[in-house]
């Protein structure tokens, strides 16, 4: 199902451009607009879902192949191997946490971070 109205299943489909990372049946991957580290891309599943607050048991399989898609895109996109390098994983729900596009999407960052404590 895709929701004509939102603004990632039409960057999946290829209707708004991106700077893709990834595509295959199940998930579109691009670079953040807005990047918050050296290294921001999103995994977005094709099929509309809007939050985690919307997935069900019938989204594990899905969710469970997104996290695997991670790492694989992490280290082709820069990121430095675990463990002296690594990644994080982010996924904000809903107005107070912070989701700014009504469809579930995974943040991946990485790179240094010059403000991180030593």
Not at 23 to 51: G, T
Not at 62 to 74: I, N, Y
Request: net charge negative; with cysteine.
């Amino acid at each position: 199902m895709h929701d004509p109205d939102c603004l990632f299943c039409k960057i999946a489909q290829g209707q708004i451009p991106s700077r893709k990372v990834h595509e295959d049946d199940e998930f579109f991957a691009f670079h953040d607009i807005r990047p918050a580290a050296p290294i921001h891309f999103l995994i977005v599943p094709k099929h509309h879902v809007a939050s985690m607050a919307h997935v069900t048991d019938e989204h594990a399989p899905m969710l469970g192949r997104m996290l695997a898609l991670a790492p694989r895109l992490a280290m082709q996109e820069g990121c430095n191997p675990y463990p002296e390098g690594g990644f994080r994983l982010v996924v904000n729900t809903g107005t107070e946490g912070g989701q700014e596009v009504h469809h579930l999407h995974l943040h991946v960052l990485g790179g240094p971070r010059p403000w991180a404590r030593a």
